[in-house]
């Protein structure tokens, strides 16, 4: 059974950090382009972090550069997204995708919620 599960998420202060995890099974995320969106209550999903395949080459939103850091470890079938210095406006469902030709993979869902 393919699939994709993120874990990570919580109640953070303004300016605290979290990691967020995106774990793989039943299939390896070796070759996949990885995603991480968000979705914040009213608001369309936007992306917020990709790696390559490879793991060689890094974008982010606007929003998130500076502060959101997206790593794997294929070994261990893994994405990661180091959040920090994060903000109210962080807050939403963040969803971590995998893409490799016609495969499109979804995780459920961890909730982030920065407030003081």
């Known amino acids: 059974q393919v699939q994709l599960v993120e874990s990570g998420g919580g109640l953070v202060q303004p300016g605290g950090s979290l990691r967020l995890s995106c774990a793989a099974s039943g299939f390896t995320l070796r070759g996949f382009v990885m995603n991480w969106f968000r979705q914040a209550p009213g608001k369309e999903r936007e992306l917020v972090a990709r790696?390559?395949?490879?793991?060689?080459?890094?974008n982010y939103a606007d929003s998130a550069k500076g502060r959101f850091t997206i790593s794997r470890d294929d070994d261990k079938n893994t994405v990661y997204l180091q959040m920090n210095n994060l903000k109210p406006e962080d807050t939403a469902v963040y969803y971590c995708?995998?893409?490799?030709?016609?495969?499109?993979?979804w995780g459920q869902g961890t909730q982030v919620t920065v407030s003081s």
């Open positions: 790696i390559s395949g490879s793991g060689s080459t890094t």
């Open positions: 995708n995998a893409l490799n030709l016609g495969w499109d993979y």
